[in-house]
């Protein structure tokens, strides 16, 4: 209760301030209570003889923070008796589970923290300014418990704070500032609160759940509307002059990069009005144990993708091509599939397509890997691992069967193998095809190491990153392995055919 003095009768409030004050450690002495009245300091032991969990100083990724978890009726409770200053719709949100606590049963949180805020410097310019400020926010343990408020003029109403002549000033922002709902309406994107859930995953069975508003601030008063004519602020709000020259603030999400060793980032996106539902393990009962509640969007870097795969298959066909033209000039008269298998088997065309492909894998291993791991692949990207996979197997397997002085071919298996080609081929890239946009996150939970610069080896792999992703096993030797357990099908194949073969002429 000491502490949200610090945020009394303001929206918003200070960064630096707030982070001394809220990073001392929880010692009583290092305190002082005598601006508490008794009627609050009696509350304040109420709550604790209750259970409250209230947390403060600074946590494990250095932010200090102010959380306070309890019931719906305990949060509305502090937040009056502390005069707070919070949003209309979260105190709405709050007086709706008091009426209706009994149709889905949850604990709630109140967070006052500090978040970065984004402002226009320079007009019809997407290089916003930034600044960090604390503002508060309550949410529902179960993210489908929270009620669907929506800001309307009975709820709070609105006033004229700034007019800009007819200048809308989110005509133009950073595209980060167009990924998730805010409270406010403008010209930014209209982006749905709801979002689908798997009912697997969320208390009730819910298919669908209700993300909270980012919000914005002009002068440390909540913003309504942003448009042509101006500005508007709530109508309770009077501005200070400390946050009038930042003008207009809006909430930014929060970057959490995934990035390989090679310097390509998955840029995740959160909403960073961060939820969690609170847990103690038994085994370790000086600690609080958080689940998150997140709601993310992603997108990748752009980065050129080599054609070579694609230059590689070329070669292959015109190789192919060339073969046939040089046996047929000469009207040799052999079977197709003997035609193919001669010119598969010249070692030193093998050795090029197959070096090529393997330095094209090796130096794009984490690329791939990371764009699979996260749903991110381009079409680009699938059809470069289609005919990766492709070249790769067919000239590994070649070399593999081929033999120094006079060759001798082995049509069956040849011609196994050229039928399964083609068909592995379709596979591969109707596989990759089908899971384009689903993350398999397997590959970053079982073959893979998130490093971080801080630590000796993120030093040494990450670059100018902050963390990075390591990978234990890279593409050519998935490719590789898979490569030879198909050969070994073809061989099964060739060999089951030989053997009908040979008893047919038995036989006979």
């Known amino acids: 209760m000491l502490k949200h003095k610090l945020i009394e009768n303001v929206a918003i409030t200070s960064a630096p301030p707030f982070f001394t004050f809220t990073s001392l450690a929880p010692n009583v002495s290092l305190y002082d209570f005598s601006s508490l009245s008794d009627e609050v300091l009696a509350f304040s032991e109420a709550l604790d003889a209750n259970g409250t969990l209230c947390q403060s100083s600074k946590n494990e990724w250095g932010t200090s923070l102010i959380v306070v978890t309890g019931t719906a009726q305990e949060l509305l409770s502090i937040i009056n008796m502390a005069k707070l200053n919070l949003s209309p719709q979260m105190v709405r949100e709050l007086e709706l589970a008091i009426e209706h606590a009994d149709e889905c049963v949850t604990g709630w949180t109140m967070m006052s923290v500090v978040r970065l805020f984004q402002y226009p410097i320079a007009r019809d310019s997407k290089e916003f300014g930034q600044v960090p400020a604390v503002d508060t926010h309550v949410f529902p343990d179960y993210t489908e418990c929270r009620p669907v408020v929506e800001i309307t003029d009975e709820l709070v109403g609105s006033k004229l704070a700034l007019d800009t002549e007819g200048r809308d000033l989110l005509e133009v922002v950073p595209d980060q500032l167009k990924l998730f709902p805010y409270s406010f309406t403008s010209s ?165 397509y197959l070096a090529q492909v ?114 234990t096993i890279n593409i050519p030797t998935v490719v590789s392995l898979l490569s030879v357990a198909l050969a070994l099908v073809a061989s099964l194949i060739a060999y089951g055919d030989r053997k009908s073969a040979i008893q047919l002429k038995l036989g006979i």
Request: net charge positive; charged share 15%.
């Open 188 to 352: 930014l994107p209209q982006i749905s609160r709801s979002a689908p859930a798997d009912k697997s995953k969320t208390k009730n069975g819910a298919t669908t759940v209700v993300q909270s508003y980012f919000r914005a601030y002009y002068g440390g008063c909540r913003v309504r509307a942003v448009n042509t004519t101006g500005v508007f602020i709530e109508d309770t709000c009077e501005g200070s002059k400390h946050w009038l020259s930042y003008g207009l603030m809006v909430h930014s999400p929060d970057d959490i990069p995934l990035c390989s060793t090679g310097d390509v980032c998955i840029h995740n996106f959160f909403n960073s009005l961060w939820e969690w539902e609170h847990y103690i393990d038994p085994n370790v009962p000086n600690r609080v144990g958080i689940n998150l509640n997140t709601f993310r969007s992603r997108y990748a870097d752009r980065v050129s993708i080599s054609i070579l795969p694609g230059l590689v298959v070329a070669q292959m066909l015109a190789s192919r091509i060339i073969s046939l033209y040089q046996v047929m000039s000469h009207k040799r008269s052999v079977l197709l599939t003997q035609i193919w298998a001669y010119r598969c088997q010249n070692g030193v065309m093998q050795v090029i």
């Open 358 to 471: 393997m330095y094209h894998l090796i130096y794009n291993s984490d690329l791939y890997l990371l764009g699979l791991a996260t749903g991110t692949l381009t079409t680009a990207s699938i059809a470069n691992l289609t005919c990766s996979f492709f070249a790769f197997s067919y000239s590994f397997i070649n070399l593999v069967k081929a033999r120094s002085g006079d060759q001798r071919l082995d049509r069956r298996f040849r011609l196994t193998w050229e039928v399964m080609q083609v068909a592995i081929t379709l596979c591969v890239g109707s596989v990759l095809r089908s899971i384009q946009h689903t993350p398999i996150g397997s590959i970053l939970s079982q073959n893979a190491e998130i490093l971080r610069k801080t630590s000796a080896r993120g030093a040494k792999y990450c670059g100018l990153n902050d963390a990075c992703v390591l990978f």
